[in-house]
C-alpha cells in the first residue's frame, strides 16, 4: 500500500487570516496572545484539510518565514537583538522586518537580509554567522506545534530544514567559511532529533532542496558528515529534496543512512527510474507527482502510466506526495464564485491537489476501476485544456516566429545615448527618483473595490484615482524629488494590473500566496497565447506629466516579471510565453514615447528567480530572458531613457547578463545587505547608470540621512559618480505616508549633501 503524505501546506489562511493578524499585532491592535490563538487556529484548519493523509507536516507553519524559525530553533541570532527588551517573539519581528509591536519610534534595529528562496517567488530571511557563531537548541515552538497536532489526532511528521541547506542558505558576516560551523551546529540537530524521538515522533521530514544544486567537493562530503551523525539516530529520516534533479549528487543521496528520500517527479520525471535503482533495498520513495508551485490539473492517466509500473517495484516501500511544499499555491479553489468556468476546471489549488494525490493513491492500492469516474472527469478537463482555442492564438504565433535580432537594438550605443539624453533631461548630479509606487491607502483600496463591485461609476473611479495621483506628484514636488513617478495609485498589483489588460490572462478572486512576512500575492494565470488590445498606462501617465514640469517616469512591469511571478502555462516553453509578453509591453513602450514619455521604466524585479538552481543551465536562460526585456525595451529613440529595477535577490553572479539588458538605469537592492550587492563592480566595470536603494522599503524604520550618505560613498568607490542615483530599494505601496514623508526627507538632503561635496 502506497502511503500518502504532504510537505508542506499553505499558512496564510483561506482568507488571508494570518496577514491581518499580524498587520494587527504590528500595529499595536491585537495582542501577542491574540496572534498566536489566529495561529493555532489556521493550524488547526490545514490539519483538517491534510486529515486523510497518511502522515501530515506540523512545523511548516510560520508566523513570518521558516528559514527564521530554523534560526530561532538554532539559537542564531543576530547580536544586534540579543540583551534587547522584550519577549522571543519581539526579537523574531525585530530580525524579520527590524522592528515588533513595542518597538514604536526605534529605529535601531537592522532587519535580516531577505533574499529569494531558490528558483520562487517567496522570500527568507537569510541566517547570519560569523567566525563565533555557536548555536543552542530552542525546540518550544516545534514541540508545542507537535502536542498541539497530536492532540488533536493528527498522525503528525515534523518538518525541519536540514543542516547543510541551513548552512548553504547563510551568509557571512566576516572572512570566515560557514562550512566550518557544520560541526558546532550537528550536536544541536541531534539534540533537536531526540526531543522530537520524545515526544513521539516516529518520522521527521528533513527538507534539503541544496541537494538539486551543483555542490562542490567540500559541500557533498558536509552532507556525508553530517547524515553520518544524524542517521539511526532518533526518529526515522525522510530527506526532501525539491525543485529539481540530484545528477551528480544521486550517488551521494543514495548512499545516506537516512530512512527514506522525497523526489520532485514533477521537475524530474526522467531521474526516477534512476532513483528507484539506486536506492536501498530497505529505502522509502516519496515520489512527488502532483506540481506543488503550479495550479494546472495533473494529468492522472499519464502519471499513472509511469507510476504503476515503479509501484509494483516498491510496494509498502512507495510514498506519494506533491513535488514541494503547497505553500507556493493558493489555499483552495472552491472560493472562486467569479472566475470562469472552463477555466475553474483547468485548476487545482492546494486542497484540490490533496485530492488529486488522494485519486491518486487509491489507484495505485485498489486499481484504476477504484477511482474510475474521478479519472475520467479529469482526463475530460486535461483535453478540454489542450483543446481549447481561447488557448491558442495563431497570430501571436506568427508573430513570434517573426521576430529579428534588430528588435533588441537600440539605435546608438550607450555613452552616446547617455550625452542625448543629459542634454535633453538636464538631471543634477546624484539625481532622486523612487520606484514607482506610492502608499495603497485604505481610501485607495476601498474605492478600487467599489468599482469592481460597480458601486461607483467609471467617471467617479477616474476622478479618484486622478486625486490621489495629484496627491503623489504635490508630495514630489514639495519634497524636491528630480523624477516623478504618478504613484500608481490604481494599480492592485505590478502584475495582476497589466495581466488583466492582456488577452490569454485569468484572475482569481481569492488565489493568494506568500511571499514574505504578511505580503501576499496573487499571480495572474497565463493561459493562453498572450497580446495586447489596447494601451495600457499611457492615459495616467499623460494626465500626471500634465500636473508638473518635472520629468514623470511611465511605469511599466518586464516580460520576464510578469512571467515569473504568474502561474504560467505548461503546454509551451516558457520562453516562447516570455517573446510574447515582450512583444505586448514593446507596444506600450512604444505608446508612451509617442505621448511624450522621456522616461520608461520597465520593471525586471524577478529576474534573477527564474535562472535555473545549476549554473551550467543559466546560460539559456540569461539568453531568452535578456532578449524579451531588450524586444520590450529597445525600440525607443535616444532621448527615451529606459530604466529597470530588480530587487531582493544575488545579481553579482549575474551582471554580465544584467549590463548585456543596456538599461540607460538600473535601481536595485543594497540596503539590507549594507551594498555588499556592489562588491561585484570591483572586478565588473558595470558600463550604464546605477541607483543602489539606500531606503529599505520593507522596514518600518525611517533611515537618516548620515546612513544614506554613507551608503552612498560606498556606491562611488566602486561606480563614478556621475553615473549614480540616489533612490529607495524598492516600490512604496506597502508603507504608510507619514513614514515615506520622513523617510524620503532624508534621501533628499543627503543627495544634497552629496551635490554639496562634489561642488566644493
Known sequence: MALLHNLGFPRIGAKRELKFTQEAFWKGQVSAQELLAAAREIRATNWTLQQPLDLVPVGDFSLYDQVLDMSFTLGNLPTRVSGLEGSELDNYFRVARGRSANDSGCNCVHAGEMTKWFDTNYHYIVPEVTADTGF????????????????????????????????????????????????????????????LAEAGAEWV??????????????????????????????????????????????KLVAELPVAGLHIDAVRGRAEVDRVVDALPADSVLSIGAI??????????????????????????????????????????????????????????????????????????????????????????????????????????????????????????????????QARHLKLPRFPTTTIGSFPQTTDIRKTRLAFKKREISAADYEAKMKAEIERAVREQEALGLDVLVHGEAERNDMVEYFGEQFDGYAFSQFGWVQSYGSRCVKPPILFGDISRPSAMTVEWIKYAQSLTDKPMKGMLTGPVTILNWSFVRDDQPRSESCLQLALAVRREV????????????????ALREGLPLRKSEWQGYLDWAVESFRIAANGVGDETQIHTHMCYSEFNDIIEAIAHMDADVITIETSRSDMELLDV????????EIGPGVYDIHSPNIPDQAHIIELMKKAAERIPAERLWVNPDCGLKTRQWEEVIPALQSMVAAAGKLREKIAS
Open 590 to 605: 512604444l505608446d508612451l514615447e509617442a505621448a511624450g514619455v522621456d522616461i520608461i521604466q520597465i520593471d525586471e524585479a
Open 136 to 195: 543552542s537548541l530552542n525546540p518550544t515552538r516545534l514541540l508545542e506545534q507537535l502536542a498541539e497536532a497530536k492532540a488533536a489526532g493528527v498522525n503528525a511528521k515534523p518538518v525541519i530544514i536540514g543542516p547543510v541547506t541551513y548552512l548553504w542558505l547563510g551568509k557571512e558576516k566576516d572572512d570566515s567559511n560557514r562550512l566550518q560551523l557544520l560541526d558546532r551546529l550537528l550536536p544541536v540537530y541531534t539534540e533537536l532529533l531526540q526531543k
Open 205 to 250: 521530514q528533513v527538507d534539503e532542496p541544496a541537494l538539486v544544486t551543483e555542490l562542490d567537493s567540500d559541500w557533498q562530503a558536509a552532507f556525508a558528515k553530517a547524515y553520518q551523525a544524524l542517521g539511526g539516530r532518533g526518529p526515522r529520516l525522510l530527506l526532501a529534496t525539491y525543485f529539481g534533479t540530484l545528477q551528480e549528487n544521486l
Open 291 to 420: 506540481d506543488g508551485r503550479n495550479i494546472w490539473k495533473t494529468d492522472l492517466t499519464a502519471t499513472l502510466d509511469w507510476l504503476e509500473p515503479i509501484a509494483a517495484r516498491l510496494g509498502e516501500r512507495l510514498w506519494l506526495a506533491p513535488a514541494c511544499s503547497l505553500l507556493h499555491v493558493p489555499v483552495d479553489l472552491d472560493s472562486e464564485q467569479k472566475l470562469d468556468a472552463e477555466i475553474v476546471s483547468w485548476l487545482a489549488f492546494a486542497k484540490q491537489k490533496l485530492a488529486e494525490l488522494a485519486v491518486l493513491g487509491r489507484a495505485i492500492n485498489e486499481g484504476r476501476d477504484a477511482v474510475k469516474q474521478e479519472l475520467a472527469d479529469n482526463l475530460a478537463a486535461v483535453d478540454s485544456r489542450r483543446q481549447s482555442s481561447r488557448v491558442h492564438n495563431p497570430t501571436v504565433k506568427e508573430a513570434v516566429k517573426n521576430i529579428t535580432a534588430e528588435l533588441g537594438k537600440r539605435r546608438s550605443g550607450y555613452a552616446e545615448r547617455a550625452a542625448t
Open 681 to 688: 563592480f570591483e572586478q565588473f566595470e558595470y558600463p550604464n
